[in-house]
């Protein structure tokens, strides 16, 4: 099987920074695209950032120049670098790979568990 395990939340003040890691493990054979998504209460998830296995990312209007995604294919691993947080960017953060599996090579969406961050003075 495969697990999503993220890690970096946590409380930060308006306009600090916080950097998420979502690392994939398990029987993997390789990934493709790698995504942030969050979820505000009484929201819908919402895309953050994606990355492809080649780095071409995209971003969410109201992350563009805040935020950064990368990844490490060599890890399994994808970050989210936040910088100059504001209130509204609190929410519970998720990671989505989507997996090739080492046993078929089907494809398949996994998600992690979430991890919180909250902006706020």
């Known amino acids: 099987q495969v697990q999503l395990v993220e890690s970096g939340g946590g409380l930060v003040q308006p306009g600090g920074s916080l950097r998420l890691s979502c690392a994939a493990s398990g029987s993997i054979f390789s990934i493709n695209a790698m995504d942030w998504y969050r979820q505000a209460p009484g929201t819908e998830r919402e895309l953050v950032a994606g990355i492809t296995h080649g780095g071409t990312t995209n971003y969410a209007d109201s992350v563009k120049g805040r935020f950064t995604i990368s990844r490490d294919n060599a890890k399994n691993t994808v970050y989210l670098q936040m910088n100059r947080l504001k209130t509204e960017d609190t929410a519970v953060y998720y990671c989505?790979?989507?997996?090739?599996?080492?046993?078929?090579?089907?494809?398949?969406?996994?998600w992690g568990q979430g991890t919180q961050v909250t902006v706020s003075s």
């Open positions: 989505n790979a989507d997996i090739y599996l080492r046993s078929d090579h089907s494809l398949h969406s996994f």
